[in-house]
């Protein structure tokens, strides 16, 4: 017998102090009685005011009895009293199944999953029937599939709706979770632990802090498995319709394997190689391919083993799109060389007659030429005529010295190049909102504006100086072609990662205004520290990383299978229990020490009440009555 909310100290405290309460208004009862007389003449007493004292014994011990035997019961009803032993009671536990992506690898036909649901009912059905259970799918994160219940049906169909996942499984997450959630429950049972022991590869020969009352359930097979890790393609900087493909791929068995891996684009064979990998390594294979337009790159590793979703990936590879340039110019020989080097940059020569201000292009050059109307798109202005210029000239000088460049613009970066002569010069005077870029002595002679589309506006004509003959020309047309169309120059990297938690290395100049966008256009969530982005995926999808100097596809659609294998500690349970252990719940007594505690209290109240008193009077009173009429049928007179 024992007290499940309370304990023996306090129950006899708390009984102490209500009897000593209960006592305490015994002896210091100051109520009145009521007494009935004929007439207050002879009633001497009743003119004083009523004298009390206090009560120096107990007059009613039965009465007093009954009240602290009631406290007692109710005390004891509080206080749960049960008949049994304390452990008897039913427990909580955690079930723990393993549902990360190597659970789905096949070991003689048969997933890793079913197993473990195997083991599960197993273990289920040597639990007792009043044993609470909750179901944790655990995977990258721990999920709880239910609550803690005894409905051995809801259990099932839980277990039965369990599936791998495309992550891995971080132990230390899950039995965390488990152990917190057991901690909390009202009788703390066991964590049992259902998977095949792969862990991310940060945990390899690492053990995790273990709870206590942890059983760990195995399940059996080591299958072998070779299957792609990682997919880089990126363009190159010579060619843009070439991409270089770099493939990494694991052996996770035991045995070496030999395994052949071929890269199709849009249907058709592009690049083949033979892989030789000695266990529990990996390896890398580069491939180049010229792709122009857009297509699928299809990434298979051909053969079969334990597990099929990591032996294939598909690309989509963007179509190359250099920036157009169309250059209205008399003297095309001048420029070809200028724009024809760039493979990124797809020049066209046309003479100003020939002005379209709707032309399709990306950037318009304008060669001593002022249009009738302004372009429509990105503009380059070389020493523009007086009438029509977009810009007002201050001054015209016959030769000066450059001074100096406005080196936090994008048109300027990395110039340096300082007292270079320029003839025939025009300072020009820069309206609201332009931004110099080259400055003479006596002011600006390249402006920059940015307002709607836009401009770069040249003072003098660069092939006519001898800025001609320096590298700074090429330079600086680079940049501006860059500031104008970013997106043609913009790098571009395809990659087909694993789900999970991803982490990046931005260069400096990438990691400015960096978003990350999902595959339905939503912002995905990320944390930026030290030029490293990382986010979390859960399951397969495909998410874009855009930054200041270009933008990275990234195809999560590989399952993450996890290279480190957990070796559990001596000390915990492994297998399942050696049988079924039926315990009886112990007797509750709350119920019926209540109702006890109230028929106390309504004897009390029968026996010592008000209700008592008040009856005696109305029958003393019923007999005076009854008396005082038979002596009027008499014929007597009222006393």
């Known amino acids: 017998m024992f007290f499940l909310n309370l304990s023996l100290a306090q129950f006899l405290g708390l009984l102490g102090a209500g009897s000593a309460l209960v006592v305490a208004l015994y002896l210091l009862d100051r109520s009145r009685r009521r007494e009935v007389v004929s007439t207050l003449q002879f009633w001497i007493a009743a003119r004083r005011a009523p004298e009390t004292r206090r009560r120096r014994r107990i007059q009613q011990w039965p009465s007093l009895v009954l009240q602290l ?39 003689n036909g048969h997933a890793l ?8 009912r197993a273990w289920l059905r040597r639990l007792p029937a009043g044993d609470r259970v909750m179901l944790v799918r655990a995977d990258a994160l721990a ?76 399940v059996r097979g080591d299958p072998e498995n070779c299957g792609l890790r990682d997919i880089v393609l990126q363009r190159t900087r010579e060619d843009p319709s070439v991409w270089q493909v770099l493939v990494k791929v694991r ?29 529990d390594s990996e390896q890398e294979a580069s491939f180049s391919i010229r792709a122009r337009a857009a297509g699928w790159l299809e990434v298979r590793l051909l053969g079969r083993d334990a597990l099929s979703q990591d032996d294939e990936a598909v690309l989509e590879l963007p179509a190359v799109r250099p920036a157009r340039v169309l250059v209205y110019t008399r003297q095309p020989e001048l420029f070809r060389p200028l724009f ?44 523009p005529p007086l009438e029509g210029a977009p810009v007002a000239v201050r001054q015209s000088l016959a030769q000066a010295s450059l001074a100096r460049w406005r080196t936090d613009h994008p048109v300027a970066a990395g110039l340096r190049t300082r007292d270079l002569m320029l003839t025939r010069v025009r300072v020009l005077a820069p309206a609201p909102g332009d931004v110099p870029v080259a400055e003479v002595e006596a002011g600006p002679v390249i402006l920059a504006r940015a307002a709607g589309t836009k401009m770069l506006v040249f003072g003098f004509h660069p092939l006519a100086t001898a800025m001609r003959y320096e590298v700074t020309l090429p330079l600086l047309i680079a940049n501006a072609l860059r500031w104008m169309v970013p997106e043609a120059f913009a790098r571009q990297e395809v990659r087909a990662l694993s789900a999970g938690t991803l982490t990046l290395e931005l260069g400096e100049e990438e990691a400015q205004g960096v978003r990350v966008v999902g595959d339905d256009g939503r912002t995905a969530p990320f944390t930026l520290e030290q030029n490293k982005l990382e986010l979390f995926v859960s399951t397969p999808r495909q998410v874009r990383v855009l930054t200041s100097a270009g933008e990275r596809v990234l195809s999560l659609t590989l399952p993450e299978v996890a290279a480190g294998r957990w070796k559990p500690p001596a000390g915990i349970r492994r297998g399942l229990p050696s049988g079924r252990v039926e315990r009886r719940a112990s007797l509750a007594l709350w119920p019926w020490l209540a109702l006890a505690s109230g028929v106390c209290l309504w004897l009390e109240a029968l026996l010592y009440g008000r209700l008592v008193r008040a009856s005696a009077v109305q029958r003393k009173r019923f007999a005076w009555h009854l008396l005082v009429a038979r002596w009027r049928q008499a014929g007597g007179t009222r006393p």
Do not use: K
């Open 340 to 383: 024809s080097a760039s493979p990124w940059v797809r020049a066209e020569f046309r003479s100003p007659e020939a002005y379209q201000a709707g032309a399709p292009g990306d950037v318009v050059v304008l060669d001593r030429f002022c249009p009738p109307a302004l372009p429509q798109a990105h503009s380059i202005w070389l020493d």
């Open 113 to 120: 999953i079913e197993q473990a649901r195997e083991l599960a």
């Open 69 to 107: 035997l009631s406290l007692a019961l109710l005390l004891a009803a509080l206080g749960d009293l049960r008949v049994g032993q304390r452990g008897a009671q039913y427990r909580d536990h955690v079930l723990v199944l393993d549902t990360s992506a190597w659970m789905a690898a096949r070991v």
């Open 251 to 279: 052996n996770y068995g035991q045995r070496e394997q030999v395994r052949r891996l071929a890269l199709a684009f849009g249907g058709a064979p592009v690049g083949s190689a033979l892989l030789r990998l000695p266990p």
């Open 143 to 218: 999920t709880p599939a239910t609550p803690f219940t005894t409905d051995r049906a809801l259990l099932d169909q839980a277990i039965a709706r369990s599936e791998p996942s495309a992550t891995a499984l971080r132990l230390d997450r899950a039995l965390a979770f488990a152990d917190h959630a057991r901690r909390g429950s009202g009788s703390a049972g066991e964590i049992v632990l259902i998977g095949a022991g792969r862990i991310v590869p940060e945990g390899a020969g690492e053990t995790p802090p273990l709870p206590g009352a942890l059983r760990f359930l195995e």
